[in-house]
């Protein structure tokens, strides 16, 4: 079945005006907005990186050619997919191109791992400026503007990492079972990526 990238496009505008209608209605969700940027930013950055790390860790400079081992925001950012995050609930980065189809497995895990260790690892942070700060937390404006955004970001990366396990092109997940699969199971799974698209959009 054949579907027309503007289809898949009009659908996405559809999502993205809804969303931005709601933040332009009301004041409390444009604050969210703004408090969410920095999660995606960094919950994206760093599954990218991480894809593009292990590429390399493994032997392929693709990604180092392709200036993809960078902790730069602007170096892994999808316009698209970045304004599907904010505004749709859901996006993607700009994908890591490899040319190490055996390591392909292991390079797609790394992104969801990194989402989850980054949620660990501001839980932590989150628990230790509360513990330290206690109801200075509560009083604090500015103190209490970064705990928020660090909630957002725990949230962010935790969806992210599980989302991108669900085994369906294109996500990571599919790349992960993908060497287990039959010739002819990966050959539909490869001629029905675009369906798979709509299914998630929708």
Known sequence: MYFDKRT???????MVLWGLSSYLTD???????????PGVLIAITFHEFAHAKVADMLGDDTPRREGRISLNPLA???PIGFIMLLFA???????????????????SIAGPAMNMILAIVFTAIYFIIYKI?????LTNTVLSIIMVMIKYTITINIGLGIF???????????????????YNAKQWFEDNERIFYIIFVV
Do not use: C, Q, R
């Not at 004041?27 to 940027?37: E, P, Q, R, V, W």
């Not at 859901?90 to 040319?99: A, D, L, M, Y």
């Not at 700060?133 to 937390?137: E, F, H, Q, R, Y």
């Not at 396990?165 to 599919?174: E, K």
């Open 8 to 14: 898949l496009y009009i659908i996405m505008a559809i």
């Open 27 to 37: 004041m409390n969700a444009l604050l969210g907005l703004l408090y969410t940027i």
């Open 76 to 78: 892994h950012i999808d």
């Open 89 to 107: 609930g859901f996006g993607w980065g700009k994908p890591v191109n490899i040319s190490m189809e055996k390591a392909d497995a292991i390079v």
């Open 133 to 137: 700060a206690g109801k200075i937390v």
């Open 164 to 182: 991108n396990l669900i085994p369906l092109p294109p996500l990571d997940g599919s790349k992960v079972i993908k060497p287990f699969l039959t």
